[in-house]
């Protein structure tokens, strides 16, 4: 564990021994690993290592069989995740008979509005312009996908949970994420990100986590987080 | 940086709902069509007398709004959780219990309005005297929200397995028996001349004590079932 001096803010996201198991199984081990404010830090593991079901662990999804995640240095519940987490999973969230800027309007109304941005802005930074009064069902699924990440930049949420973000997504589609992710840390914000490694996260050397069945993490990569 | 009210949030999902019913309002009119024909069955299978028709009314246009009820409640939640829509209801920073009972009070405008508002023509197809017609109405305006409400709760608890019709129906229907008893008995006191006050306020009791506590019901069994 990082022992942070008393003058150095709280960790966003702080694992402590964070294990799960399900039916007595380990899915994983103990987890530590704290998330700084501008922080990127990508989490790999094989098919059914438990990358989804970590993300779900520190989103408030579900109870940790181990351990205690923190959030801003005090215990999570979902009461205290106001504004605070977006996670963005294999289900997109988005309804289908509805039109993208609908979706959008409905994730604002749900939670909230980052300052500076209104829908169209969102729609247009992912590539879809003129796609506002599409029926989702007429989209591709890499359309979707661009959405949802849509979404994520209106909520005003500094800290993205993303699930696999580069399925389904063609190369400019990848850059894109990358670039999405770039500018959140730089804002001050700060993302976990699954991937079973097929795609690469290019932009920077971003921390990584690997997930071993049945162990604890290792890291890889600068773990220093930027003050 | 704008964080969303909750009433904004209440008002988003109304509208949404709102919207995607209207977007399927084939499935949506499913409920009204099979109450009417198994109400409008009934004087094929009795025969046209309208003093046997006039007996049974009340209770079959009840056990018809009841049955056609039933029959939309598993989707409630469904199409939410299998589009991930539902995981971020429960990690918006908004109490759930509210969420649910929006989505249950959209439930109710959608199916039940729909066979109050066609429960007169329903009754005249039955031979129902005209003066139990409003002791009817109010039965049913008073037993309908319940069943909503009781079968949220009933749906919240079986959403998260597959193919939970004949479970949920099995769970649903002891539930709303009493309503049934009561709804139907107001009716038939009415007719018969007696006073119909007692079972309507009994109804009317349930009804304000289900209205607090099953959307925080519903709201755990929602968040047991997710995991």
């Known amino acids: 564990m990082t022992h942070s001096p008393e003058s150095e803010p ?14 007595d199984e380990p899915i994983f081990g103990a987890l530590e690993f704290a998330l700084h404010p501008g922080e990127i830090v990508l989490i790999e593991g094989d098919n059914g290592s438990g990358k989804t079901t970590l993300l779900k662990l520190l989103s408030g999804l579900l109870e940790p069989t181990n ?16 504004h605070q987490v977006a996670l963005l999973g294999h289900l997109l969230g988005l309804k289908l008979e509805l039109s993208t800027l609908e979706n959008l309007r409905f994730a604002i109304g749900l939670g909230g509005l980052r300052s500076g941005i209104t829908p169209q802005l969102a729609l247009a930074s992912v590539g879809l312009e003129g796609y506002e009064d599409q029926p989702l069902r007429t989209l591709s699924a890499g359309q979707r996908k661009r959405v949802a990440l849509a979404r994520l930049l209106l909520v005003p949420a500094a800290l993205w949970l993303l699930d696999e973000p580069y399925a389904n997504l063609d190369r400019e589609g990848i850059e894109l994420v990358n670039r999405l992710l770039d500018n959140h840390a730089r804002r001050g914000g700060a993302a976990l990100i699954t991937s079973h490694g097929a795609y690469a996260f290019t932009s920077g050397t971003p921390r990584r986590i690997a997930l071993r069945p049945g162990t604890g993490n290792t890291e890889h990569g600068t773990g220093a987080p930027a003050a | 940086m704008r964080a969303g009210s909750t009433s904004a949030a209440c008002v988003a999902l109304l509208r949404r709902d709102l919207v995607l019913t209207w977007r399927r309002r084939g499935d949506a009119l499913n409920p009204l069509l099979f109450a009417i024909i198994v109400v409008a069955l009934f004087p094929f299978a009795l025969g046209p007398e309208a003093d046997t028709l006039a007996r049974i009314a009340a209770g079959t246009i009840f056990v018809a709004v009841l049955l056609a009820m039933l029959l939309s409640l598993d ?153």
């Open chain 1, 67 to 82: 351990g205690e995640v923190l959030l801003h240095g005090a215990p999570l519940t979902t009461a205290r995740l106001s």
């Open chain 2, 75 to 227: 989707a409630l939640f469904r199409s939410d959780l299998e589009d991930g829509s539902l995981e971020q209801l429960v990690l918006s920073p908004h109490p759930l219990a509210l969420l649910l009972g929006c989505k249950v009070l959209v439930h109710w405008l959608t199916t039940a309005l729909p066979l109050i508002a066609v429960a007169p023509l329903l009754a005249q197809l039955l031979h129902l005297p005209e003066s139990v017609l409003p002791v009817l109405l109010i039965a049913l305006a008073l037993a309908t929200p319940l069943l909503s409400l009781i079968g949220a709760v009933c749906v919240a608890l079986t959403v998260g397995m597959r193919r939970s019709g004949m479970l949920l129906t099995l769970l649903v229907l002891p539930l709303i028996v009493p309503a049934l008893i009561f709804g139907a008995g107001a009716c038939n006191a009415a007719q018969a001349g007696f006073a119909y006050t007692a079972p309507l306020l009994w109804l009317g009791a349930w009804l304000a004590l289900a209205l607090i506590l099953a959307p925080l019901a519903a709201a755990a069994a929602l968040k047991i079932s997710l995991t």
């Open chain 1, 10 to 23: 709280a960790p966003l996201l702080q694992a402590r021994a964070l294990a799960y198991a399900r039916n």
